[in-house]
């Protein structure tokens, strides 16, 4: 019953937002730009949102001003261009340009200018109640980053902030429920951990699984724990939807975690390519080192149901062993390259590269791998860990 009554309060805050959620109605130009770098969640835009700390700022810098040359008079695409600016720290360029579509009526545009008033990011030109003001106009027209950082203000009891203000769980909650900004969620779902805002058990679950399925990993893994602490009868569909939606939205170890699913669901055609096709789809969105692992073991074997392609299947295993840093991938590449059937393959001096690489990490399989192939840096870290286990 407590989420039920939480609901349909938020629901009833929420009808003003959606009438005139101004934000989303704004946005025109959709292009590369926009997806780099805009803040919210647009699923019928096919906009994933981006957090200020997550998006990089080089590439978006140049996606930007490509927008903003084809496009020079919109301003939400001037507020994208003043966001990447401000990331990569070149801050009058970004407050000249979030001032002039903050002018021109932008929303986003005035919740970033909110913000270098709030943090002084510009000549330490700090005016907390300016930005406080901001902020609670671009929120009444939509910008759930500023109803989160109206919640910030009125947590830290700005003097300014009115005693009849709503409560920043209210903001918060807000603007979670949304479901196109799950940063807010995240950091509802924390303050009822900390027990900085009153513990609701079904809220805090409903909280961290918005903040989920959102593409928010540590969200995920809290919500996998409250639901086998709370003995859901229903936690393993929970968790499968939570994920498979988590990795829809970008959210490369929840692919990897419904692979996982299939994978343990009984050995079928039909399980071998679905999990497949999770693992790789949590390898090429973000380069995660055991779907990259998973994904190359399925392509390099003869599995039913998979079609086999052992040039895919090397690629996925260098970039789970070289950028996921994955010794078991370096040492199941090297075992390839040194023992396949496939003689096209055999290749000892492609062995050598992963072997050295998992030997400094301190695979122990790769030790004895790589001494019996005489490789000098594998010989040597084999010496060292006999002598570290070795029995008194």
Known sequence: MHILRYIVSALLLLISLHAQSEYIDQIKVVDRCTHLTEVVTVK????????????????????????????????????LMARAYTKAGRYEEGFDLTKKSCQSGDIGGCTLLGGYYDHGLYQRNHDKKKSYLLYLWSCSKGDPQACHNLAIHIENKRRYVPKDSKSKKDYLLETCMSGIYGQACVVYANHMYFKTIEYDKDLHEYTNYKACINGHNNSCGELEKLLKTNKDPLQKQKLFYSMQTSCDNGNAKACRKVGGFYNRGGKTRLNHLLALTQYEEGCNSGAERFSCWYAGRYRISKVEGVVQDIPLGIKYFEKSCYIGMNTFACYDLAKFYLFTDEARYQDKSKAIKPLERACKIGNVRSLYLGCDQKIDICCQAKKRYAEKHKKP
């Not at 997550?54 to 507020?79: G, L, M, N, T, Y």
């Open 44 to 79: 019928s835009l096919g906009i994933k949102g981006v957090l200020y700390e997550d998006f990089e700022a080089p590439k978006a810098i140049r996606a930007c001003q490509k927008s903003i040359k084809e496009h020079p008079d919109d301003p939400h695409v001037q507020f």
